[in-house]
């Protein structure tokens, strides 16, 4: 069988100039010296659930590079990184384990040996890479299948990734990776990310991974020395399992058993399934995904890692995990004084996981600006979360205040607090553009405060916007109220009623209901001095 598509010699993986846009294809070693430079400006092939897996899988493959041939900086010639990256393979195959296709007895790109190179009875029903990396949605519609007709190299090249090293359980036989806490959780992506092309962040996590190595090896176990880096390198009978103790820390991981053979000019994947995960069971399960990733945050409470449920990475939860003190935060999260002034920002990257489907892709992207970063790096986060978590309560106090008014609406003007069922499911239906709204700008909002000489008066400011676009649903969601003239003006006046009675009147709202009681009795004393 041929052995074609070589990552180490041939411009498989294409890219835009960071530059001028143009389209440059690069082979792995050229693809990490541009990196280097910062040339690059995006991967046109990757789709947006592969970005986090993509960009691990070339932070850890150069951290190991770089650990073997003792550099503690980048290097910064394709000759170079293609001799470390040759470096990696040469005590178990060739350079032939960087190859898409090769004999099924021997190693390729993400697709370990199979014992005699024996493939009878796998099935090949992997015609395109997206159906290699779909995403376990159920409907075709949530992410349409099987597009990819005419793929290129790299559009393997990122499917494999993904699928061996952030692949959640999605059926029997079809294990998960360990980098997360059970098959029904996501390997998440948090971390710091400079302006400009990925190339700054890459390299940026490139030297913290270095800089973390020791401490990681020692916490949790691995080899500093000799440790199992690409898992692709052994062959796999689907029950034969390896230990984390066998590991470098940064090992890149293998959790299906797929070849890729070339019929014409396309290229297919051939898979088959397993009885058990590539790494033992029992050691991934007591671990929860807490594995030293350098992207992943972990709870303090129970020493799991993170899992990403249908809302996201909503503003609650991405405040908890930038101030909060249920997770600790990851080493690529973390700014450091030599990270960039202006332009930081926080990636956050996951797929919610369910039983055998997603609940979808999120990404956020959060503003790191001056004040804030001096207090991450100084491990002030207290004040962060006392501004973080009195926002978040003033939103959902003038949610239930809005949610109220709604139901009163709906309700045809009822005075009571016994609404109908379907006047409060009218209600919540209604309250989500409102935190969606309030979602979308929080961190945004946030900054003046944390900026400020006035805290106090940037949050009653900032209050008064929150209720006045509160007021703002109340009113569109009249077109939706009863129709008939008698109910339709009774219920207007009595929500309207509703929502100013309960601002003025509000026990979590102190600061807004002074406001607008003092508003109310400077316009009573005009209306007498008049």
């Known amino acids: 069988m041929e052995t074609v598509y070589s990552l180490l010699d041939e411009p498989l993986i294409r890219t835009r100039s960071a530059h001028d846009g143009a389209a440059v294809p690069y082979s792995l070693p050229g693809l990490l010296t541009a990196l280097v430079r910062d040339d690059v400006r995006d991967f046109p092939a990757l789709r947006p659930h592969q970005r986090h897996p993509w960009h691990a899988f070339l932070v850890q493959l150069a951290a190991m590079a770089l650990h073997r041939t003792g550099a503690s900086e980048p290097l910064t010639t394709p000759e170079e990184w293609r001799e470390s990256l040759s470096a990696l393979t040469s ?14 007895d021997q190693p390729a790109f993400m697709q370990p040996p199979v014992p005699g190179g024996d493939v009878t009875g796998w099935k090949d029903d ?17 992410l349409k299948q099987e597009r990819m007709r005419y793929a290129a190299p790299d559009d393997w090249i990122f499917a494999l990734v993904t699928l061996q ?13 360990a980098r997360m806490n059970g ?11 400079p302006p400009f092309g990925p190339g700054r962040r890459w390299y940026r996590d ?11 090896v ?18 796999w009978d689907g029950e034969s399992t390896f230990s984390f103790a066998d590991f470098d820390p940064f090992f890149l991981e293998i959790c299906r058993r797929v070849r890729l053979i070339r019929q014409g000019s396309r290229l297919k994947a051939l898979r088959s399934t397993s009885k058990g995960p590539r790494i033992a069971k029992a050691e991934a399960q007591n671990r929860k995904g807490n594995t030293g990733d350098l992207w992943t945050p972990v709870e303090i409470v129970g020493a799991k890692s993170l899992g990403i449920s249908a809302s996201g990475f909503d503003y609650r939860r991405t405040a908890e995990l930038l101030f909060g003190r249920e997770y600790q ?6 700014p450091t004084s030599e990270d960039d002034v202006e332009g930081l920002m926080m990636s956050a990257r996951a797929i919610a996981g369910g039983q055998s489907k997603t609940d979808g892709y999120h990404e956020r992207h959060v503003p790191i600006p001056g004040r804030t970063r001096k207090l991450l790096i100084a491990r002030r986060l207290d004040e962060l979360a006392v501004i973080a978590t009195a926002r978040i309560e003033i939103i959902a106090a003038v949610r239930a205040v809005l949610w109220a008014a709604l139901a009163t609406l709906f309700d045809k003007g009822g005075e009571d607090d016994k609404f109908s069922d379907g006047a409060t499911e009218k ?29 106090e008066e940037v949050r009653l400011r900032w209050s008064l916007g929150v209720a006045s676009r509160a007021e703002t649903v109340l009113e569109h969601a009249f077109s939706a109220g009863p129709r008939n003239a008698e109910h339709r003006y009774r219920a207007r006046a009595a929500a309207l009623n509703r929502f100013w009675s309960g601002l003025r009147n509000s026990r979590r709202l102190p600061q807004l209901a002074e406001y607008y009681r003092n508003l109310s009795h400077t316009r009573e004393a005009n209306g007498r001095n008049a």
């Open 91 to 104: 005590a178990e195959a060739d350079d032939s384990a960087w190859c898409l296709v090769t004999p099924h």
């Open 126 to 142: 992997q015609s395109t890479p997206d159906l290699l990396d779909i995403l376990a949605t159920s409907k075709n519609h949530d």
């Open 165 to 177: 090293t952030a692949a959640p359980f999605p059926g029997k036989g079809n294990y998960g990776v």
């Open 183 to 193: 098959g029904s959780s996501s390997r998440p992506g948090v971390g710091v990310q």
């Open 206 to 216: 490139v030297r913290i991974a270095l800089a973390e190595r020791s401490r990681i």
């Open 218 to 235: 020692e916490q949790f176990g691995y080899r500093d020395h000799d440790g199992i880096g690409l898992l692709w390198l052994h062959c």
């Open 329 to 334: 935060r990851p080493p690529a999260q973390i």
């Open 427 to 455: 209600a919540a239906k209604f309250c989500r553009p409102f935190e969606q709204q309030e979602d979308s700008r929080f961190f945004y909002d946030m900054d003046p405060e944390v900026e400020s000489d006035d805290p």
